[in-house]
């Protein structure tokens, strides 16, 4: 059974300031891992997607993945106030035979705020 | 603009009566996924379709069915509400099974009410 741990927070950050959100998994196995947006009342939004060791950077926003650690984080630089949400981490296994994986594995998200 | 819709975005129903929420998309996605969502609570993938192969949750409750008759839709059957149903539910789509190069993109949800 995959698990996704993330803290709830609430995660309180300065304008302006680097907010980091971590996620840890359980299965070994898994190998796609995906960061949403959710605003309160909303769907997921897509924001950053990761599979190989390393940083991935996309504007403010940067990914960072250790499958030995089992470990997957988001980190917003310059933040602001829009990006007060919840930020769901997710992942997915691949089937061995190469093929893709049926559908996601969601942590229960952390809340940010952002303190103008 | 190709996207995901759901409707009605919004259902009040009453307990035991039979409801269907509904969704679309114009991407020509090849899979559909619908997942559950209560409140501060994470995503829980209900099932999803790829093309017309059914792929149930092992956990999924028997009062919950889908049907896809064609590849732009997709419905979610709840035979008897029940208090506990109550729960945003997420509608998504994937061009092919979910890998590096493809992604999973949602629907603006249903938020059901069971009264």
């Known amino acids: 059974q995959k698990e996704v741990e993330q803290n709830s927070g609430p995660l309180s950050v300065p304008e302006g300031a680097i907010a980091s959100l971590n996620c840890t998994y359980s299965d070994r196995v898994s190998q796609s891992f995906f960061w949403y947006r959710q605003y309160s009342g909303k769907s997921p939004e897509l924001i950053m997607s990761?599979?190989?060791?390393g940083d991935k950077e996309d504007g403010r926003f940067t990914a960072q993945l250790n499958k030995a650690s089992q470990y997957v984080s988001l980190l917003i630089r310059d933040s602001q106030p829009s990006d007060s949400a919840t930020y769901l981490c997710a992942v997915t296994v691949l089937f061995l035979s190469g093929g893709g994986a049926d559908g996601l594995t969601f942590g229960k998200g952390t809340h940010l705020i952002i303190q103008p | 603009d190709a996207m995901v819709i759901q409707n009605p975005r919004y259902q009040v129903t009453q307990f035991g009566k039979p409801v269907t929420l509904s969704c679309s998309q114009t991407l020509n996605h090849n899979v559909m996924y619908w997942y559950q969502q209560k409140s501060s609570q994470a995503p829980k993938l209900l099932f999803h379709y790829y093309d017309k192969d059914f792929n149930n949750e092992a956990d999924t409750p028997d009062n919950f069915q889908s049907r896809r008759p064609n590849t732009s839709f997709c419905f979610l059957d709840i035979r008897s509400p029940g208090l506990g149903d109550a729960a945003m539910y997420l509608c998504?789509?994937?061009?092919?099974?979910?890998?590096?190069?493809?992604?999973?993109?949602f629907g603006p949800g249903t938020r059901l009410t069971v009264t």
């Open positions: 990761i599979y190989s060791n």
């Open positions: 998504a789509t994937s061009r092919d099974r979910l890998s590096k190069d493809h992604e999973q993109y």
